[in-house]
């Protein structure tokens, strides 16, 4: 394991080893089982995280919140319209001001094109760890919370089939942020990863590349289809998930409509009887019931959404751990 890991921002999976991101697993599922034992794991006593939300959040929030109660620290929430962000303060003034205060800066900020340069902006200034929570092009920490749960199910994901899908919601264009991590860093860890979406819903080409240069590296495999069923046939683990035709249609008007074509993509029983018996469905959440996804399935013997949920508290207190203590 490679555990001098303090100081290192948490940007994106990419930007870490293999055997980085093994340190971060052994070591969230040693802190869960002392969660479940009641055990003290103070290992940021003292310690200050300011977690700067352009966006609101639910699990996030809460979890980094009481991830930091539980370590011994203390988190502290900023909205930009409680700051002087919109009165002048730059991503330099944030990373070295906050840096001089406390241990560590987390930062969710999901505009398009926008988020993932504001972390890195606040990254170049700062003194202390930047932590992404989630930004436009990358959702890591949901990202290693569904890596360390399908661990637990499954075990080993060499030779396990995975797959990331599109599914139809109505709601909002939501970003191509969690599909990239997941595939980037499933890939990383020789699993074999089926991408399937409309083709109006491509991800980024670059994270694509990386997808299939992991792939390879990791004796896994990387595929993409066009067809859910497809897709879904013979998998062990089924992630369908909203994201927008981002890469491909700029204007949000052209977006909807397209969105509009597939109401099809639902992950419903008939397709997850595609999938092995043994299966396991996955969402990061919120989910839209009935549009992305039905309550049998949801709320079924499969679902590990819950699971899902508490392992982000766990594997970020592994990621804030390293980054922000140790050595």
Request: proline fraction near 4%.
């Amino acid at each position: 394991m490679k555990t001098n890991l303090r100081g290192k921002d948490f940007i994106s999976t990419q930007e870490w080893t293999k055997e980085e991101l093994e340190t971060v697993l052994h070591l969230a599922f040693d802190l869960k089982m002392k969660w479940g034992l009641d055990l003290p794991s103070r290992l940021l006593e003292d310690k200050t995280l300011f977690m700067l939300f352009f966006f609101s959040s639910t699990r996030t929030r809460n979890s980094f919140e009481a991830g930091m109660t539980r370590l011994g620290g203390h988190a502290i929430f900023l909205e930009p319209d409680k700051m002087q962000i919109s009165h002048g303060d730059t991503p330099k003034e944030i990373g070295k001001i906050l840096s001089s205060y406390g241990h560590g800066i987390a930062i969710r900020h999901c505009d398009w094109g926008e988020g993932n340069k504001y972390l890195r902006d606040v990254a170049e200034h700062a003194r202390v760890p930047v932590i992404n929570m989630q930004c436009d092009i990358y959702h890591p920490c949901q990202a290693m919370a569904d890596l360390m749960t399908c661990m637990e199910k499954k075990g080993s994901l060499q030779g396990k089939k995975v797959v990331m899908s599109w599914a139809y919601a109505k709601s909002y264009t939501k970003p191509l942020s969690l599909p990239q991590s997941v595939i980037e860093l499933f890939t990383q860890f020789g699993a074999d990863v089926t991408l399937a979406h409309p083709p109006e819903f491509e991800l980024m080409p670059e994270i694509l590349r990386n997808a299939g240069d992991n792939a390879r590296m990791s004796g896994g495999s990387f595929n993409i289809v066009n067809d859910m069923d497809e897709a879904f046939y013979n998998a062990d683990i089924v992630y369908p998930k909203s994201w927008g035709p981002l890469v491909a249609i700029k204007e949000e008007s052209q977006m909807v409509d397209v969105i509009r074509r597939y109401e099809s993509w639902i992950c419903d029983e008939r397709r997850m009887s595609l999938a092995k018996e043994d299966a396991i469905y996955m969402h990061c959440l919120p989910a839209d019931r009935g549009i992305e996804v039905t309550d049998a399935v949801i709320d079924g013997p499969q679902s590990v959404v819950y699971d899902q949920a508490e392992n982000r508290m766990h594997a970020q207190n592994a990621i804030m751990a390293l980054t922000m203590g140790g050595r």
